[in-house]
Antibody, heavy 122, light 107 residues
Framework: EVQLLASGGDLVQPGGSLRLSCAAS????????MNWVRQAPGKGLEWVST????????YYADSVKGRFTISRDNSKNTVFLQMTSLRDEDTAVYYC???????????????WGQGTLVTVSS | EIVLTQSPATLSLSPGERATLSCRAS??????LAWYQQKSGQAPRLLIY???NRATGIPARFSGSGSGTDFTLTISSLEPEDFAVYFC?????????FGQGTRLEIK
């Protein structure tokens, strides 16, 4: 059974930093791209970032480029999202999600974690 | 950036009725479109990918159609558990984008 367990969400002040983690199990983690998608309170879904299966390729939404860094540790089946220079508008539930294929980095998401809440506020 | 526009914003129907949800892309996405269902407090669930392929475990009452810029998600006969928010998503170009959602509510 595929499981994705996201953690690390917290209350942080504007300008602060936070690191999210997502521990995966139930599939060959090193074969799939992984993703972060966020959802502001009461709003829709926003793709944040994608990392290829080896970690060599990364992609970001313009809204987070230069502030967020995605990475992965295939030996620990974990993907990370390092967030810096946080803004009020980064407040959201952050979901990690698995890509559906082993071929495409730009893909659909067939399994999602439960989400972790990041609140940016003074 | 490809903008996906979903309509209607809210759809009010009764169990047993047929639901038709629309997603229109600002430029062609070929058939690279997916649909997700999200219930309150839960993560999204993939329903349909590549416009018309049902994801694993999705009931046959869910179907998708369309190509290019116009897509439809149809629920043939609504069950009580189908009342939720539905999002479309494209994977043609970076950035990956989602529609703003259609809320399907009980009439």
């Amino acid at each position: 059974e595929v499981q994705l367990l996201a953690s690390g969400g917290d209350l942080v002040q504007p300008g602060g930093s936070l690191r999210l983690s997502c521990a995966a199990s139930g599939f060959i983690f090193s074969s799939y791209a992984m993703n972060w998608v966020r959802q502001a309170p009461g709003k829709g879904l926003e793709w944040v970032s994608t990392i290829g299966n080896t970690g060599a390729s990364t992609y970001y939404a313009d809204s987070v480029k230069g502030r967020f860094t995605i990475s992965r540790d295939n030996s620990k089946n974990t993907v990370f999202l390092q967030m810096t220079s946080l803004r009020d508008e980064d407040t959201a539930v952050y979901y990690c999600a698995k890509s559906i294929t082993t071929i495409n980095w730009r893909d659909y998401f067939d399994y999602w974690g439960q989400g972790t809440l990041v609140t940016v506020s003074s | 950036e490809i903008v996906l526009t979903q309509s209607p914003a809210t759809l009010s129907l009764s169990p047993g009725e047929r639901a038709t949800l629309s997603c229109r892309a600002s430029q062609s996405v070929s058939s690279y479109l997916a649909w997700y269902q999200q219930k309150s407090g839960q993560a999204p669930r993939l329903l349909i990918y590549d416009a018309s392929n049902r994801a694993t475990g999705i009931p046959a009452r869910f179907s998708g159609s369309g190509s290019g810029t116009d897509f439809t998600l149809t629920i043939s006969s609504l069950e009580p558990e189908d009342f939720a928010v539905y999002f479309c998503q494209q994977r043609t170009n970076w950035p990956i984008t989602f529609g703003q959602g259609t809320r399907l509510e009980i009439k």
